[in-house]
């Protein structure tokens, strides 16, 4: 690397992520359907039970009463089934009525043979599971609310367990532990399954939004090679236009024509004028010779629409060899992008991107003379929705750019200065990004701090 452009102490310390982005399916309202195949299989279950427990094991149970709740169950889906097309999906508050009554059937079982003394009153546990996977937070606890309500009356309230010669009874001290185990269990799923799946549907969220801005970014790219390549095709026929009106202008004089002809070369040589301006974003070209252009000037074309009246702004570019040459990737031109509006948002005076590259690799510094990043969010930047930077936001733009910066093989990392202000570092492989001639060699020492890093 070149000298005198300090790189971020702990940037060697950056794992390398996957080089690809993943794909993560957005999250859908639960399908009726699926609720009524979990109540399929627990009327099976459920009477399975009875089966065993009345034919195989011989207790008395009171099986008129028990099969009135699982007839119940029966009828609902069958209603179900016929009221509402396959692909009907619930809303919250229909899931919630659903699932609560899957706890109130439950219970009623339970009731009838023996409350928590019965060995499968944890099954109670299960709507509530379900509702912490699928449903808000608010409606998930009003259902564990309800479970662990027939849980407290099942604990006091109940029929004899279906047992041989005398009844079966525990001691109430442990009856108390079963209620508090579940009651335990029901406030750690509650807890822990609604957290892990509302953080897998902030990701999907995040990673939707992530492929629209890059979807977003390929169809300007793709507005722009249109616009170029027009300019290319139509310049020649112009071209020739222009020639021939110029031959006749000559040839006709100021005949009766000349006027006519006279308007005709204005027009002509605005449409080239037009075109020439088209033409000068060779950048936008994708696919051809002019999609290629210098690091420097990818990273100008990505910053360009971000800068705004305040904070100073400024490119500092140098390292060893030949400037690499590269595509004009939405990937990169939208991660920076977002990178350099951040910086300008919280800069105070100054933004500064470093550019430096060796044989072996590229690195690009974002850095400002903002507050910087503050301490118990540092660690986690660039997961999705991490919105605190010393009080302002700044969670799904950067994770945006941290996901198409990894999509194009590079590695960033997130940094405070030593003195004042934060830094975003970023680093490809060589290989990857530059398109030119190859260069050799290892890479080169850096002095950051007064360290020598590789």
Known sequence: MAEGLPLPARFDEMDHPAASLTKAAAGAPLRLRTLMLLRWLAVAGQVGALVVVAAVLGFPVAMPALLIPIAASVLLNIVLHFAYPVTKRLSDREAGLYLAYDVLQLAALLYLTGGLQNPFSFLILVPVTISATILDLGLTIGLGALALACVTLLSVFHLPLPWRGEPFDLDPVYMVGIWTSLALGMGFIITYAWRVAAEARRLASAVSATRDALAKEQQLSALGALAAAAAHELGTPLA??????????????????????????????????????????????????????????????????????????????????????????????????????????????????????????????????????????????????????????????????KTLIEHSGGRIGFFNRVDRGAEVAIRWPRGILDIGEAAGGGAAAVTVDGREMK
């Open 240 to 401: 020739t236009i222009a020639v021939v009106t110029r031959e006749l202008a000559d040839e006709l004089g100021d005949g009766p024509h000349g006027e006519d002809l006279a308007i005709l070369r204005s027009q002509t040589a605005r449409c080239r004028e037009i075109l020439s301006q088209l033409s000068r974003r060779p950048e936008d070209m994708r696919d051809t010779i002019f999609s290629v252009l210098p690091l420097t000037t990818l990273v100008e074309a990505a910053a360009a629409p971000h800068l705004r009246i305040g904070p100073r702004f400024e490119i500092e570019a140098a390292g060893d060899g030949p400037e690499p040459l590269v595509h004009r990737a939405p990937e990169i031109i939208h991660g920076l992008g977002n990178l350099v509006e951040n910086a300008m948002r919280f800069a105070a005076e100054q933004v500064t991107i470093t550019i430096d590259w060796d044989a072996d690799e590229v690195v690009v510094v974002v850095g400002d003379d903002g507050p910087g990043f503050s301490a118990e969010v540092l660690e986690s930047l660039g997961e999705p929705y991490v919105t605190t930077r010393k009080g302002e936001g700044l969670g799904l733009g950067v994770f945006i750019a």
